[in-house]
């Protein structure tokens, strides 16, 4: 719906100006064809890499019941805009290292410049909430199931997505009204918006001007909203005693850091700072970092730092054969949830209170009962069998030692 509507206002806007320019030539990665052959196999390992492990992530959320929150149902959303965004760009960079003309039509183009500037600032708008989450569920954990609730989650994404669809709508049809007399050559792998207002026969000084002050207001201000939400989160995090407490923070708003590094560090360089008399591969290897290198890296920065997305991505790779036999890290990642480091459950420190936390042992037979006394004493770890029967100590099976 939305591309049949660009395209028919592209088409007319093209028609109806004195254009004679009727296709643009990208001249991308120029060399020799055995250059090109390496590129084009390289960038195309790296997109289907991309669509895979991203891929991978949005069904390990939508498969997995463990996942139904909105930590995670952002990151799966996050996921698939990362599917779409290097969608916009990669697959006319492989048409075009095979191609000897390396021509994209005039519709083609504004509409891949849409899209482009359209996912990337979604992304950014994402990442906010992605942070905003962040920082409830550690600032405000108390607070934070009743606050960040699923329809709170999917009003904000629906938000992300609509904002950053119409950001940059009125721009992009804008720009396609100018006249284009030639000549017609690109000097990048994409259509961007510095290059094509280059190419027009007349000079736009005040769309320069929009261009700029919209670019920088969507960048700042996003980064900026980031950087102070982890940032009170960084002093909240500060005034943990806990180690473990500490550690499961910072792994956790690591991931979402990096990204936030990647992406909005080549958005400054290429956007908001003079990048006027910067050279033309300077230009793309910029554009690169953010279009194709922050896709390709989501799968490996999010997947590879949380215990949760590695089990859920276990379990749909590799099914009924990925089993639960030792029961000690299945009793440790149960209680690590709330906070409780395994040094804690096995010496059962005071100031920690079980009281109505159960682990079932299926093949012991066995439930784990952490209790205290009436007075707050320490407790040996008490083990129900099914029978009704109750003895201290470690159950058989259970690999705690």
Not at 310 to 316: G, P, S, V
Request: hydrophobic content about 45%.
């Amino acid at each position: 719906m939305v591309f049949s509507v660009s395209s028919a206002a592209l088409e007319f806007m093209n028609s109806s100006e004195t254009s004679t320019v009727t296709e643009f030539v990208l001249l991308g990665f120029p060399g020799c064809q055995e250059l090109q052959s390496f590129l084009f196999s390289l960038f195309l390992g790296i997109y289907i890499f991309t669509i895979m492990g991203n891929g991978i992530i949005v069904c390990a959320v939508r498969l997995d019941q463990r996942l139904h929150t909105p930590m995670y149902i952002l990151l799966g959303n996050f996921a698939f805009l990362e599917i779409l965004y290097i969608t916009s760009t990669v697959p006319s960079m492989l048409v075009n290292f095979l191609s000897e003309t390396k021509t994209i039509s005039f519709v083609g183009c504004f509409l891949q410049l849409y899209f482009f500037t359209s996912l990337g600032t979604t992304e950014a708008y994402f990442l906010c909430i992605m942070a905003y989450d962040r920082y409830l569920a550690i600032c405000h954990p108390l607070h934070y199931s009743t606050t960040m609730t699923q329809q709170l989650c999917y009003i904000l994404m629906s938000l992300c997505w609509v904002l950053g669809f119409l950001s940059y709508s009125a721009s992009t049809i804008q720009l396609s009204q100018l006249p284009f007399c030639g000549p017609n050559t690109i000097d990048h792998f994409m259509c961007d918006m510095d290059p094509l207002m280059a190419l027009s026969c007349a000079t736009a000084p005040v769309m320069e001007i929009i261009f700029y002050v919209l670019n920088s207001l969507i960048i700042i201000l996003t980064l900026l909203y980031i950087l102070g939400s982890y940032t009170l989160l960084l002093i909240a995090v500060l005034k943990v005693p806990s180690a473990a407490g500490l550690r499961k923070a910072f792994s956790t708003c690591g991931s979402h850091l990096t990204v936030v590094c990647l992406f909005f560090g080549a958005l400054l360089a290429m956007y908001v700072s003079p990048t006027a008399d910067n050279p033309a591969e300077i230009q793309k290897i910029l554009t690169l970092f953010y279009s194709v290198v922050t896709p390709f890296l989501n799968p490996l920065i999010y997947s590879l730092r949380n215990k949760d997305m590695k089990a859920a991505l276990k379990k749909i790779l590799f099914g009924d054969k990925v089993k639960e036999n030792d029961q000690r890290a299945k009793l440790c990642r149960t209680l690590y949830t709330i906070g409780i480091t395994e040094s804690e459950i096995l010496e059962l420190k005071p100031g920690i209170a079980l009281v109505g936390m159960k682990v079932e042992f299926p093949e012991a037979g066995k439930e784990f009962q952490g209790v205290r006394g009436p007075h707050g004493e320490k407790r040996f770890p008490v083990w129900r069998t099914n029978s009704g029967s109750t003895s201290q100590g470690t159950p058989e099976n259970s690999h705690i030692r």
